[in-house]
């Protein structure tokens, strides 16, 4: 039996990672709002909004011993619901080339926070990001989206395991030539089990669980 959760919209919001974790209780919490004015990206980046756009967090608590990808499994949940989208390992979401979305997971001991940030329309968005969609859909559609994220993940969490091996088919990184911070360069050969990008590099295999990651050419 999946999880009941509440789901709250708000107009406009600071960071809605914040208003999830402030207003978890007994039950998991999905905060949803089109304009969030002080959203954070991965390593505390500031997050551009687009003309449309969702911001959508999940909170939840879990066992301390729950070790799954969380980023990677909201990534999935995210391309079931924003079509023709793929991810690049380990928190953007991709049409095409171009950045259409980002996922940030907070985590303090047992309480969860993942959130997701869609660009849904951009007529002029900056070099390397775009929208999902090339008309306006209006203003509410970011609830239909964040909903419709939000049950997917809910039900991912629920579940036993993560979806490996749909992550790795949406993958865009895999089979890439990258480089990550610090220092370090090579060819991104899989996924690994635990989430963590297993990349071949001058000295051998090495797996690497976090931090920034770019796509410099195809090598399959």
């Given at each position: 039996?999946?999880?009941?959760?509440?789901?709250?919209?708000?107009?406009?919001?600071?960071?809605?990672?914040?208003?999830?974790?402030?207003?978890?209780?007994?039950?998991?919490?999905?905060?949803?709002?089109?304009?969030?004015?002080?959203?954070?990206?991965?390593?505390?980046?500031?997050?551009?909004?687009?003309d449309r756009a969702v911001a959508a967090s999940l909170a939840f608590a879990c066992d301390d011993d729950d070790t799954r990808p969380f980023s990677l499994m909201a990534g999935v949940a995210a391309a079931r619901v924003a079509e023709a989208a793929m991810l690049k390992w380990p928190n953007d979401v991709m049409l095409g080339e171009l950045k259409v979305g980002g996922i940030l997971v907070e985590r303090i001991a047992d309480v969860v926070v993942v959130g997701l940030g869609l660009n849904l329309w951009w007529p002029d968005p900056p070099e390397g990001m775009t929208g999902l969609l090339g008309e306006d859909p209006g203003e509410d559609h970011y609830a239909?989206?964040?909903?419709?994220?939000?049950?997917?993940?809910?039900?991912?969490?629920?579940?036993?395991?993560?979806?490996?091996?749909?992550?790795?088919?949406?993958?865009?990184?895999?089979?890439?030539?990258?480089?990550?911070?610090?220092g370090g360069s090579g060819r991104a050969a899989a996924v690994g089990d635990d989430g963590g990008l297993i990349v071949e590099t001058d000295t051998g295999r090495e797996t690497i669980f976090s931090g920034v990651v770019r796509h410099l050419r195809a090598t399959h």
């Open positions: 039996m999946a999880t009941p959760y509440f789901q709250q919209r708000i107009e406009s919001v600071p960071s809605t990672q914040d208003v999830a974790r402030e207003n978890l209780g007994e039950l998991p919490v999905l905060i949803m709002t089109p304009n969030q004015t002080r959203g954070r990206g991965r390593e505390g980046s500031e997050w551009i909004t687009a239909e989206v964040a909903g419709l994220w939000g049950a997917e993940l809910m039900r991912l969490v629920d579940s036993d395991g993560w979806p490996i091996d749909e992550y790795r088919s949406l993958c865009v990184t895999i089979g890439m030539g990258i480089t990550w911070d610090p």
